[in-house]
């Protein structure tokens, strides 16, 4: 820990007038949060959701981050992160998102989980796992950063939410045991173009690890997963910066596709 002072307040402003203004603040580390307080990121993210909550806005999961080893090790961490998704970030497949809603928008294809059951033993085995997951869908994840140029650190991306934007789910659901989500392969294509690929694997070896990581870290805060909740894996592949009036489609093997796209430059 640094010797400044934590202002858990003043990294909540900053990331709340970033999203209206459409101007990103600079990093948070080092400045109003410690390097390396994830604790202290993780209340602003509370203070963050709470004021969503207050104006409306209804949660309906949460997402995964960090789940591919390369991005650890380039932030220096060596676990995932989580962050809360309400339906003011959901997006129907193929209906086209303003890009004025974002600031520095990037997309990345994963597996959505939608939960038929709660998890609130924090010492959740796979077998409970299998059990709670209702269907399967295929997503796409519109990542965005509050923080400029995404210089970001765990503290950063934590505090903003894990870097949440948007989500795209697909629609057609599947079984859990129809789908070999450790082997699953990805395909994120631009213009007919493959622009990011994967597959299940890169995500801590199996979607499933991170949908036990997030079960346990969830239920130790009291704050479990839910029956109807969509939890979002993590990404099977690299994420891609947006280009605006472009669009994509994930196609991931076993699961369909999805397609989301964006309008031309326009005033925020």
Same mark, same amino acid.
């Given at each position: 820990?640094?010797?400044?002072?934590?202002?858990?307040?003043?990294?909540?402003?900053?990331?709340?007038?970033?999203?209206?203004?459409?101007?990103?603040?600079?990093?948070?580390?080092?400045?109003?949060?410690?390097?390396?307080?994830?604790?202290?990121?993780?209340?602003?993210?509370?203070?963050?959701?709470?004021?969503?909550?207050?104006?409306?806005?209804?949660?309906?999961?949460?997402?995964?981050?960090?789940? /591919?080893?390369?991005?650890?090790?380039?932030?220096?961490?060596?676990?995932?992160?989580?962050?809360?998704?309400?339906?003011?970030?959901?997006?129907?497949?193929?209906?086209?998102?303003?890009?004025?809603?974002?600031?520095?928008?990037?997309?990345?294809?994963?597996?959505?989980?939608?939960?038929?059951?709660?998890?609130?033993?924090?010492?959740?085995?796979?077998?409970?796992?299998?059990?709670?997951?209702?269907?399967?869908?295929?997503?796409?994840?519109?990542?965005? /950063?509050?923080?400029?140029?995404?210089?970001?650190?765990?503290?950063?991306?934590?505090?903003?939410?894990?870097?949440?934007?948007?989500?795209?789910?697909?629609?057609?659901?599947?079984?859990?045991?129809?789908?070999?989500?450790?082997?699953?392969?990805?395909?994120?294509?631009?213009?007919?173009?493959?622009? /990011?690929?994967?597959?299940?694997?890169?995500?801590?070896?199996?979607?499933?690890?991170?949908?036990?990581?997030?079960?346990?870290?969830?239920?130790?805060?009291?704050?479990?997963?839910?029956?109807?909740?969509?939890?979002?894996?993590?990404?099977?592949?690299?994420?891609?910066?947006?280009?605006?009036?472009?669009?994509?489609?994930?196609?991931?093997?076993?699961?369909?596709?999805?397609?989301?796209?964006?309008?031309?430059?326009?005033?925020?």
């Amino acid at each position: 820990m640094t010797g400044i002072s934590i202002d858990l307040e003043a990294a909540n402003r900053e990331l709340a007038e970033a999203r209206t203004s459409g101007k990103p603040c600079p990093p948070l580390r080092g400045r109003l949060l410690p390097e390396g307080d994830v604790e202290s990121a993780y209340r602003v993210q509370q203070l963050q959701t709470r004021a969503w909550q207050g104006r409306g806005e209804r949660r309906v999961g949460a997402k995964i981050g960090l789940t /591919s080893r390369a991005v650890q090790e380039s932030l220096g961490v060596f676990q995932p992160d989580f962050g809360v998704l309400t339906d003011a970030m959901a997006v129907g497949d193929g209906v086209e998102v303003p890009i004025r809603r974002l600031l520095q928008p990037r997309v990345e294809a994963e597996v959505a989980f939608v939960l038929g059951a709660d998890l609130t033993d924090e010492r959740v085995t796979t077998a409970d796992l299998i059990r709670a997951v209702d269907h399967l869908l295929p997503a796409i994840e519109i990542v965005d /950063s509050r923080i400029a140029g995404w210089d970001i650190s765990i503290v950063d991306t934590v505090a903003d939410n894990a870097s949440s934007g948007l989500f795209v789910l697909g629609t057609t659901p599947r079984r859990l045991a129809d789908v070999d989500l450790r082997l699953c392969g990805m395909v994120l294509e631009h213009a007919g173009e493959p622009v /990011s690929v994967g597959a299940g694997a890169a995500c801590l070896g199996n979607p499933l690890h991170a949908l036990e990581w997030l079960a346990r870290t969830l239920a130790r805060t009291g704050d479990p997963l839910r029956a109807g909740d969509v939890v979002l894996s993590g990404a099977l592949g690299p994420m891609v910066p947006v280009t605006p009036g472009a669009a994509y489609e994930a196609r991931i093997s076993g699961l369909g596709s999805v397609r989301t796209c964006f309008s031309k430059e326009g005033e925020r």
